[in-house]
């Protein structure tokens, strides 16, 4: 996903290519509209550059002021069909992007160094490409960890890297780091092989150990993550109500009792 920083000119990037994945060239001009995540357009069919063949671009330069809001943008690329005349088409999935405080991109960079390094420790970087984890997939991981994060009991909140207090970054992290132990997890799975010639075996199986990894690391972060949810929820909303009785008992049951009785 593209990242777009307010007052700077970013180029938005669209491909057309045909069932075999081979850049085609549209009939006609491209038009690209986009859309802010509460339903505000921002651009409206509005006429792409072609770049090359079957590859076009449209220049944004978001404002500074209301009128770009940070949060999640897409982008819909619309064009003739080849071959075919009067007819358009438009993408069912648009290319998203987001548009992004400074401040909580520094954030999330520092919660990414911290995460390659337990990722590098813990799994020595096997399984991705080139053996190292790129940016954007250990941004994936802290993404799915500010989730867990925000939609685990007692209370929901919609934090955003920036807005999350900074006590609690470890738990963000650690959250990150099981996501990453659970996609080399798969990724191995999927590359296990056994031969066997002559007597002369040879297995390749590194996914139980991710495994024998990833469970006490579950463990500790479930339970961490249960306590830091639970003392935020007290010090930042009043949900005290919650773990206090709301019954009430009489001081005297005697009292309480008298006149009940049919032989009073």
Do not use: C
Request: aromatic content about 14%; proline content about 4%.
């Amino acid at each position: 996903m593209q990242i777009v920083y307010k007052d700077q000119p970013e180029r938005l990037w669209g491909e057309f290519k045909d069932e075999n994945g081979n850049l085609v060239q549209p009939s006609g001009s491209v038009y690209i509209t986009v859309q802010y995540q509460d339903g505000t357009t921002l651009v409206n069919n509005a006429i792409a550059t072609q770049d090359s063949i079957g590859r076009y671009y449209y220049v944004i330069s978001p404002s500074s002021d209301s009128t770009w809001n940070f949060g999640y943008y897409g982008a819909w690329w619309k064009s003739g069909i080849p071959g075919i005349s009067d007819i358009s088409a438009t993408q069912d999935i648009p290319n998203v992007f987001k548009v992004e405080d400074r401040r909580e991109s520094i954030v999330k960079a520092q919660m990414a160094e911290r995460v390659r390094s337990q990722l590098y420790m813990h799994a020595d970087s096997g399984g991705f490409i080139n053996k190292f984890l790129r940016d954007r997939e250990i941004l994936d991981f802290l993404q799915d960890s500010l989730n867990w994060w925000n939609s685990y009991p007692p209370a929901i909140t919609f934090h955003t890297f920036l807005a999350i207090p900074q006590p609690y970054y470890s738990i963000i992290e650690k959250g990150a780091v099981i996501t990453g132990l659970t996609a080399l997890g798969v990724y191995e799975a999927g590359k296990h092989f056994v031969y066997n010639d002559n007597g002369i075996s040879l297995t390749r199986d590194r996914s139980a150990k991710y495994a024998g990894i990833f469970g006490p690391l579950m463990q500790s972060y479930i339970t961490n993550l249960k306590s830091m949810r639970t003392k935020y929820a007290l010090d930042n909303i009043n949900i005290r109500g919650i773990f206090s009785s709301t019954t009430g008992f009489p001081r005297s049951l005697s009292r309480a009792l008298r006149g009940v009785s049919k032989f009073s």
